[in-house]
């Protein structure tokens, strides 16, 4: 494994008020990714991610854009430019709506003098599970075959990446090898409660699969020792789950 385990692990601070999150996120201080989703986002706006950036936190600003391709440009374009690294678009926005995307992402941050981000698509949101997919969405193809059509899509329109189940992984790293991002939620540390997730890994088997960084939220934020509980996910990818 190339980056530390630090590295790979993004912290979701879903439910938290602003100033929970910048509480919480300072008072991990080997924290190095924070995801900041549509609810934290929606209540702080665009200064929380400049206050967790200032903390020296990496951003993962996960508010799966889908619009019109002149609208997800236009989204990319300021979430680049504050700094976000990782940035969530829906695949099935389509190629011309990724294209511009990811354009509009990489020369934004470049003009600014951020990070150039990545774009991770969005396939299938890990709450789906195979009966309600196929019965409320009505989508014949199984969320298996669906994956990878939406991942092929998203390599193809030039984004560097995706969102995808742990047990999606291993099939679509052997067809899109790296540097292609493999970011992974559904991701509970041996003996914690699924919660919403239908289709979840232990940190250490998403490694193996083939991940490459893992959202964890609250595993960690919801222990009654947020410090220790990242350091045990930290633990348990630097032995291997051994």
Known sequence: MSASPADR?????????PEQALAFAAGIPDLRWVKVGLELFVAGGPEVVRQLRQQGKRIFLDLKFHDIPATMAGACRSAARLGAELITVHACAGREALQAAQAAAVASAQDAGQPEPTLLAVTVLTSWEAARFAGELAIEE???????????LAAEAGIGGCVCSP??????????????????PGIRPAGSARGDQQRVLTPAQAIAAGSSHLVIGRPITAAEDPSAAFAACCEELASGGQ
């Open 167 to 184: 047990l999606e992984v291993t099939a679509l790293r052997a067809a899109h090898p790296e540097p292609f991002a493999l970011v992974t």
């Open 142 to 152: 199984p969320i298996d075959h669906y994956v990878p059509r939406l991942a092929r």
């Open 9 to 17: 692990i993004i912290v979701a601070l879903d439910g938290m008020a």
